[in-house]
């Protein structure tokens, strides 16, 4: 959430954060130092030190001291057995004890306030770089909840001790009454409310971990992203818009000639679109492994995701097989985007569907098409995420820009046009996040 222009909100709630407690730093020793100072400094005779103290307590009168009468038939006694007021104390600064009272008190406040705030600067600031759910921020957020209680325990201690000092020599025919505990229910009932929430950081913390883990495995499970064979170099690249995504792109080498290039996208994003996407990427790899080719593959692919998803998950999928020494392509293009062929003198062409998205006829038909790869020549793949990432005034990339990124890095080596190709995009989104998954593959055939 953006305030102030580019402030985000925790960047603002941090820098309010940082005026008080930078003051607490300045101020907690003077005001330490004179509450030290008025609890050794004996009042003196001729010196006019004094203060007012307000005191809860609860009291009893004496009937016999006390009589109620009443005129209504049916009462036949009353009586105040316990009830609560104010006591109002005048007196002088040394007598009441009000010089430690002031020390223990500025020494509970600070400390808890210093305490409380130095938590809160570390938990904006992890808001701020968007990574809330950390252990540490977990750990910070119990000890607010507890710093307050035990503050609040405190504070209501000395205040008890105090009001003890004070009353225990006061005395008045007919009345009784001892202290009554002083605490904020609203502060203590924040503390508590701060540690339950401690432990929903704590749960965030743990599937962070494990969404981390899932990260790995997944991209474990990807080539690497640069790939050889003879004439071809292949590189990609893949920017999940969360921890994991539903994007993949996988180079197989199917024999001494002919390699596979696949670039496909699951619909949705995060954790259900990126299971589905291991469970494909999977089947691919064991099918290939099968003896299946081409279109025969696609087709058994589509029947498989219309079988094992649920939902109305889809699949778009471009899948070619390309032969590296002619630059011969065969491909199946299953409702992705059309990926863009860069001839050498600069011309373009599209390759276009020739099957629907998989997972939505289990009997759809599926066709082929050719392509060729000429020396020089190169081949780019993409998933939606890059055509369609937004800006701040949320006007889409498209595929135009695509392709003018394209021509704009034909002379560059291949990884330093996918570097590009990347930089034009994020350049475009500026401080807006994806919101789908990114992922490219350029396919370069390299003269001889």
């Known amino acids: 959430m953006k305030v ?15 005026v008080p407690y930078y003051g607490l730093l300045v101020i907690a020793p003077l005001v330490c130092a004179l509450a030290l100072w008025m609890a050794l400094t004996p009042g003196r005779p001729g010196r006019r030190a004094s203060v007012d103290l307000r005191i809860p307590v609860r009291f009893q009168l004496d009937p016999a001291s ?3 009468s009443t005129t209504h038939p049916d009462v036949r006694a009353v009586s105040i057995t316990q009830a609560q007021g104010t006591l109002e104390v005048k007196g002088g600064a040394s007598s009441l004890g ?5 020390l223990g008190f500025a020494i509970i406040s600070l400390a808890t306030g210093l305490f409380v705030l130095g938590c809160l600067r570390a938990v904006f600031g992890s808001l701020k770089d968007q990574n809330p759910f950390v252990p540490r921020n977990s750990a910070r957020i119990r000890l607010i909840g507890l710093a307050l209680i035990l503050g609040q325990l405190a504070g209501a201690g000395f205040a008890a001790w105090l009001a003890a000092r004070v009353t225990r020599d006061i005395s008045v025919a007919g009345v009784t009454f001892d202290n009554v505990p002083s605490s904020n229910a609203w502060v203590l009932f924040s503390g508590v409310i701060l540690i339950m929430l401690a432990e929903v950081f704590r749960l965030g913390a743990e599937m962070k971990g494990d969404l981390e883990t899932a990260r790995k495995i997944q991209f474990d499970l990807l080539p690497g992203e640069v790939f050889r064979k003879d004439e071809v170099v292949v590189h990609a690249r893949m920017r999940p818009a969360k921890a994991v995504g539903g994007d993949l792109y996988d180079v197989i080498d199917l024999d001494d000639r002919r390699l596979a290039v696949i670039v496909g996208d ?3 994003k995060g954790l259900p679109a990126a299971l589905l996407m291991t469970s494909f990427l999977g089947s691919v790899r064991a099918l290939l492994s099968a003896g299946l080719r081409g279109s025969d593959l696609i087709a058994a692919l589509n029947r498989h995701v219309c079988t094992s998803s649920s939902g109305g998950r889809f699949v778009t999928l471009f899948y070619g097989e390309l032969d590296a020494a002619t630059g011969s392509l065969t491909y199946v293009n299953a409702g992705h985007n059309p990926p863009f062929l860069l001839r050498a003198d600069g011309e373009v062409e599209r390759l276009p569907p020739t099957a629907m998205v998989l997972g939505a006829d289990a009997d759809a038909v599926v066709e082929a098409g050719q392509a060729r790869i000429a020396p020089a020549g190169r081949l780019l793949l993409f998933t939606d995420g890059l055509s369609e990432a937004f800006d ?12 003018d990124s394209l021509l704009r890095a034909h002379a560059l080596p291949p990884s330093a046009a996918v570097e590009r190709l990347v930089a034009d995009v994020h350049g475009f989104c500026g401080s807006v996040p994806l919101r789908d998954d990114m992922t490219l593959m350029l396919v370069t055939r390299q003269p001889a």
């Open 66 to 68: 006390h009589p109620f």
């Open 392 to 403: 701040r005034r949320d006007e889409e990339y498209g595929e135009e820009r695509v392709r």
């Open 4 to 18: 102030l222009g580019r402030w985000s909100l925790a960047s603002l709630m941090k820098a309010v954060i940082d």
């Open 98 to 102: 009000v010089g430690w009272a002031a």
């Open 266 to 268: 699951v619909t949705g």
